[in-house]
């Protein structure tokens, strides 16, 4: 089954065509790296697939839900994190976990027993009456993570969600998108650092709007006969007449 599906998607501000005319289909359990210099249309179309934006043209569902007439399914079966860590800062782990579970519907017992399950996976049963502020860079992403799944939802829309993170605490991040795609849960990411990328399955390229390159890593790097994914997305990015 898959998870996205798009056809022809646009979206038009205006004379501006910020996404033009993309399609792609990802299997439920995939990781996907949507990557693209900035200005290509990657937010633009990542809003559209979260139901937050609708579009000018085209189709597209979203966990089996219409995007232009099921947004509010979409956003019920979808998790969101953002490089900016959409945390309450002045509550505690424990506090935050429950705050969206209940947001995202879910009884009392489910929303103790998750917040039981992610404090020990996590290793922070410690810090549970931690605030946010207080806590590392690393251990604020990971708990970023664990809230935008915790209710079991069908896909995760990452956006940029390592920016400023060390290496280590990178990988260990992707560790546990590892775990949970493992578990059937689709992971769609954007990123800057094409090291990342090489941890994707499959990888597309915006440049201006349009999907330039749909593969996975390893076959990418073989069509443009180079070393690497950052090799790809240059050559891909000169391309761009766009400004950023």
């Not at 990557?35 to 569902?61: D, Q, V, W």
């Not at 970023?144 to 896909?155: E, G, L, R, T």
Request: glycine residues 8%; contains cysteine; aromatic residues 10%.
């Amino acid at each position: 089954m898959k998870a996205i599906i798009t056809k022809d998607l646009t979206k038009k501000f205006g004379d501006f065509t910020a996404v033009d005319n993309i399609g792609f289909e990802i299997p439920e359990g995939e990781i996907f790296g949507f990557l693209g210099a900035n200005g290509a249309g990657k937010t633009t179309a990542m809003r559209m697939l979260c139901g937050l934006l609708s579009p000018t043209s085209g189709e597209g569902t979203v966990a089996g839900f219409d995007i232009y007439k099921e947004t509010n399914k979409i956003k019920q079966n979808i998790g969101y994190m953002s490089q900016k860590f959409s945390l309450y800062e002045d509550l505690t782990i424990k506090e935050n976990m429950r705050l969206f579970g209940g947001i995202y519907g879910m009884n009392h017992q489910e929303i103790k027993d998750k917040t039981r399950q992610f404090l020990k996976e996590l290793a922070l049963e410690s810090e549970r009456n931690t605030l946010i502020r207080s806590l590392p860079l690393g251990i604020k992403q990971k708990v970023s993570f664990a809230v935008s799944s915790f209710h079991s939802p069908k896909i995760i829309f990452l956006d940029e969600p390592t920016g400023g993170v060390d290496p280590i605490a990178r990988r260990t991040f992707w560790e546990m998108i590892y775990q949970a795609s493992e578990r059937g849960i689709t992971i769609f990411v954007t990123t800057h650092y094409m090291d990342e990328a090489e941890y994707c399955d499959r990888v597309s390229i915006m440049v201006d709007g349009q999907i330039k390159a749909l593969d996975s890593p390893l076959r990418l790097k073989n069509e443009y006969k180079v070393q690497t994914m950052d090799e790809v997305f240059r050559l891909l990015a000169r391309q761009s007449a766009r400004n950023d």
